[in-house]
T-cell receptor
Framework: NAGVTQTPKFRVLKTGQSMTLLCAQD?????MYWYRQDPGMGLRLIHY???????AKGEVPDGYNVSRLKKQNFLLGLESAAPSQTSVYFC????????????????FGAGSRLTVL | DQQVKQNSPSLSVQEGRISILNCDYT??????FLWYKKYPAEGPTFLIS?????DKNEDGRFTVFLNKSAKHLSLHIVPSQPGDSAVYFC??????????????FGKGTHLIIQP
């Protein structure tokens, strides 16, 4: 099992350029998430999806858009990249059996390092 | 305002000794707490969790303690091994969405195990 796969692993952009990060999971998980990690800031939630065709905003959604057209894929888009979006981006997925059945254990990908010049 | 706080950016412990990583939280609606471990250039991996109705959960060398009245939890690693050197994140989920709306993470503590 590959688990959660993120592409690309590295990317350098110029300010104003656009790009899309792809996340794919092969665990048939219902829920998917995009986080960003910045030095000294921990992981912050950008957007998430609780099922195919649904998306919702997280803590830091501005400047990003997402789409979940297929259950296994969750795309994160930057329409006009800014230096403040230089970060490491992590995708995660999870499955909750029921509302009171346990912790929401997220499985993470290896990360995508984005630099915006 | 940070809802999950890890106030120690780094911690150095001798191999074989106990490592204790601390985490405080402010949101009384959190119903599950999790610890993740992260190596450089890799994604975080799940270590252990605890429900808010428990005060202790143990898995091998890892034990998490929860003090709900103090809104404090800690991760104990005994004995500490060189492979434990990593960044540890404390995370929490709120029950209102069944937890599906993601985890709230602390800033992390870099644990260094000295030989």
């Amino acid at each position: 099992n590959a688990g959660v796969t993120q592409t690309p692993k590295f990317r350098v952009l110029k300010t104003g350029q656009s790009m899309t990060l792809l996340c794919a999971q092969d665990m048939n998980h219902e829920y998917m998430y995009w986080y960003r990690q910045d030095p000294g800031m921990g992981l912050r939630l950008i957007h998430y999806s609780v099922g195919e065709g649904t998306t919702a905003k997280g803590e830091v959604p501005d400047g990003y858009n997402v789409s979940r057209l297929k259950k296994q894929n969750f795309l994160l888009g930057l329409e006009s990249a800014a230096p403040s979006q230089t970060s490491v981006y992590f995708c995660a997925s999870s499955y909750i059996q029921g509302r009171f059945s346990g912790a929401n254990v997220l499985t993470f990908g290896a990360g995508s390092r984005l630099t915006v010049l | 305002d940070q809802q999950v706080k890890q106030n120690s950016p780094s911690l150095s412990v001798q191999e074989g000794r106990i490592s204790i990583l601390n985490c405080d939280y402010t949101n009384s609606m959190f119903d599950y707490f999790l610890w993740y471990k992260k190596y450089p250039a890799e994604g975080p991996t799940f270590l252990i969790s605890i429900s808010s109705i428990k005060d202790k959960n143990e898995d091998g060398r890892f034990t998490v303690f929860l003090n709900k009245s103090a809104k404090h939890l800690s991760l104990h690693i005994v004995p500490s091994q060189p492979g434990d050197s990593a960044v540890y994140f404390c995370a929490a989920s709120e029950g209102s969405g069944g937890g599906a709306d993601g985890l709230t993470f602390g800033k992390g503590t870099h644990l260094i195990i000295q030989p």
